[in-house]
């Protein structure tokens, strides 16, 4: 079957798709409605379908959408997943659990962020503890998301930062690594917990106590080489690391080490928030990075996102241009690129599966 059918063109359709072929097998399907609305007036959701026994001690996640637009490729081998029946190996061992469109409003309206303009992978904080600072915002931020958004502001901004980063010897990745300053701002981690961070909470909190083992691939797009993958973790406990490596080989690279894709070290993600709420079980989770077109393209569709939602009009010409900007920088329609990152995750599911059975 073409790869190609797995994919969808809006958040509803994905939506549907992920529906329609869970609901045969699925031991329990439970959906949270978004307060808001989608792009189209379409009802938003999170979305988790749990395919074996709901007492199984191992549970193996697969997540979409953390960033939003990022869901259309999660989605789909998401889809993928559920099509070739790979998701007919759960049973009273080893649970496989999908949670689909964790930011829905993010990827309805082709955006990264959430309804608040916030990073969900950066807003997973204690905030009542005092928030990391990020020192390049508070000279930056405007200059990143400047006032106009021309063909000659972007060039004349974009050197503006370079320059900035060369003298005061940042490395561009320090960008990347969250902010909790200006919210109009890339990367911006939020001051509460967003909605589909509570959710998600609640989904551990109800689903994943107290069990021996929980894995989790979180999909995410936009960083790397084009069609290639690449699965970062997190330091954890050396049984932990132990295993991890176990699993996936050297194809299991730490975020911020100096071969990753990410060589900084976020605050406030998922998986780390995962980690240190399961400290009684055995918890394997990767983000798994699939890589588009060049980071600079990408973070030029950052920057022109954030200027239309602050300083732009939405339903502008130049509005559509910037949405399919977004969906170009964090998805491609090209079926060759869709069968390879389907390839790599699949791969790396049935790792992360025989790993868990093994235990
Ligand atoms: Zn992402």
Request: aromatic content about 12%; some cysteine; charged content about 15%.
């Amino acid at each position: 079957m073409g790869f190609h059918t797995y994919f969808a063109n809006s958040y509803l359709e994905a939506r549907q798709n992920f529906l329609i072929s869970c609901l045969d097998d699925a031991t329990l399907i439970k959906s949270w409605q978004h307060p808001l609305r989608g792009m189209t007036g379409e009802k938003l959701y999170v979305d988790l379908a749990w395919f074996g026994s709901l007492a199984a001690q191992k549970v193996l996640i697969l997540l979409s959408a953390t960033h939003g637009v990022e869901g259309f490729s999660g989605s789909g081998i998401q889809v993928g997943s559920l099509k070739t029946n790979w998701h007919k190996q759960a049973d009273n061992d080893v649970a496989i659990v999908m949670i689909h469109g964790l930011n829905p409003w993010g990827m309805s309206y082709c955006r990264r962020v959430n309804e608040d303009g916030v990073d969900l992978n950066r807003n997973f904080l204690d905030f009542k503890q005092p928030l990391p600072k990020n020192n390049i915002y508070y000279d930056l931020a405007d200059i990143i998301v400047p006032s106009e958004w021309t063909v000659e502001t972007q060039r004349q901004t974009l050197q503006q930062l370079f320059e900035y980063l060369y003298s005061h010897e940042f490395s561009a990745e320090a960008i990347a690594q969250g902010q909790y300053s200006h919210w109009y701002a890339p990367f911006y981690g939020g001051e509460v917990p967003a909605w589909s961070n509570r959710i998600f909470q609640r989904i551990v909190a109800q689903y994943l106590q107290d069990k021996q083992a929980v894995g989790l691939l979180d999909y995410h797009t936009g960083l790397g080489q084009y069609g290639t993958g690449q699965l970062m973790g997190i330091d954890s406990d050396l049984h932990t690391t132990n295993l991890a490596a176990m699993i996936w080989g050297d194809k299991l690279v730490m975020t911020g080490s100096a071969n990753s894709v990410a060589v900084y070290k976020p605050h406030g993600t998922l998986i780390a928030a995962l980690q240190n709420n399961l400290d009684r079980s055995i918890c394997l989770a990767a983000a798994y990075e699939f890589g588009t077109i060049p980071e600079t393209e990408v973070f030029d569709a950052l920057r022109a996102d954030r200027w239309l939602y602050y300083h732009g009009d939405v339903n502008s010409t130049q509005a559509r241009i910037i949405r399919q900007g977004m969906i170009d920088a964090f998805y491609s329609h090209d079926p060759d690129w869709q069968e390879s990152i389907c390839h790599l995750a699949f791969t790396a599911q049935a790792e992360l599966l025989a790993g868990l059975k093994s235990l």
